[in-house]
């Protein structure tokens, strides 16, 4: 076969394999290791006839709600004026079609969507609902970017299915960890105090408590993700292959949902722990010991004896979760011990990542 032949057959598959290559890492939670990628502007792109759709209908509200039945509608007419001649200019400077769509969207394009309903929206020096309507026109930007720009549903897709397919291994490694930890919690649980505090104290002063302790896990995680990246990166790639800002921060991203959701294991499963131990053993004869009120939110009998399950059991039961996944964030996010635990797991999966990423830089620098 000719070489004319050959040469536009090897590029097509040269291509093919690029769009496979970045499939691929999109399906990991990974798409920032697709070069030329801007998770803003390309996502955005895709994403601009819904969000031109919602940047509608709010300048319609705004317009309706501010004016006018016959100024609102002279407004209307006239800002659809004043958008198509824009967008056809716009096209005309560029050499496009006349009203076709946009190639490529940007922060000044974001900026023009979050803020002109939210300016529309003051009326009488009332500046609450433009505030509003800024909050929400960069939540939906925010959830648009994160979520499917920097790969957030694939990332919980992917921590998830490696959660669940190696359940075993992972259960293995909370309790080799948490021995220690549950020793702590379980000394706790029988102190009198403990359940005095449960009893007595304020249901805002309890989800204090408890807010605070889940702050500080999700705290650790933040702060010792970095670290394992950093520690893999310099494993697994040379000097010149270092990832860039973003893709550092979107592998990052997708060890601390990982690690999240291995948070919420130990949070459950401690949880189940206390709770069934607080059942099986904590009964009112304990309660009338320590002079406490048991609010019983259900009981029933077996073998002769009564066995409650009561509000108290409760928050004891999940304020030493939270701190059982404290101390294990702490434990698997500082020590030695912690990180290679964490790493035996994702490490050969980055590796793999890695090595076609790898080909797929190769395959982009072929003619």
């Not at 030493?320 to 290679?340: C, D, I, Q, Y």
Request: include cysteine; proline fraction near 4%; aromatic fraction near 10%.
């Amino acid at each position: 076969m000719s070489e004319e032949h050959t040469g536009p057959a090897r590029g097509e598959d040269t291509a093919r394999r690029l769009e496979a290559d970045e499939r691929y890492f999109r399906r990991q939670g990974l798409p920032t290791l697709i070069e030329d990628y801007s998770a803003t502007e390309d996502i955005l792109t895709r994403a601009w006839p819904w969000l031109a759709v919602l940047f509608l209908v709010q300048v319609m509200r705004s317009i309706a709600t501010s004016w006018t039945p016959r100024m609102a509608g002279a407004i209307l007419a006239g800002s659809v004026c004043a958008i198509l001649a824009a967008w056809a200019l716009v096209n005309r400077w560029k050499s496009r079609r006349l009203f076709a769509p946009p190639s490529r969207l940007g922060w000044w394009s974001a900026a023009v969507f979050v803020l002109v309903p939210s300016l529309m929206r003051m009326s009488g020096g009332d500046v609450m609902p433009a505030l509003r309507h800024v909050a929400f026109n960069v939540a939906v930007c925010t959830l648009v970017v994160g979520v499917i720009g920097w790969g957030l549903a694939q990332t919980l897709a992917w921590a998830l299915l490696r959660l669940i397919a190696d359940l075993g291994r992972q259960l293995v490694i909370v309790f080799r960890q948490m021995a220690a930890i549950f020793l702590f919690c379980f000394l706790l649980f029988f102190t009198q105090e403990m359940w005095q505090f449960a009893t007595v104290s304020d249901p805002v002063r309890f989800r204090t408590l408890a807010g605070v302790l889940a702050a500080f896990a999700l705290l650790m995680v933040v702060a010792g993700t970095p670290r394992l990246t950093r520690q893999l990166e310099g494993d697994l790639l040379d000097e010149s292959e270092r990832l860039t800002w973003g893709q550092r921060t979107n592998l990052t991203l997708l060890f601390a949902v990982r690690q999240s959701l291995q948070l919420c294991v130990i949070l459950l499963v401690a949880f189940a722990v206390f709770a069934v131990l607080s059942v099986a053993v904590v009964g009112q004869e304990l309660y009338a010991a320590w002079d406490l009120p048991p609010a019983v939110v259900d009981s029933f009998r077996y073998g002769g004896q009564t066995y409650i399950l009561t509000s108290a059991g409760q928050r004891v039961s999940l304020v030493l979760s939270l701190a059982a996944a404290v101390n294990f964030a702490v434990l698997s996010l500082t020590s030695a011990e912690g990180r290679e635990n964490f790493l035996e797991g994702v490490e050969e999966e980055i590796r793999a990542v890695f090595e076609r990423r790898r080909s797929y830089l190769r395959a982009r620098l072929r003619p």
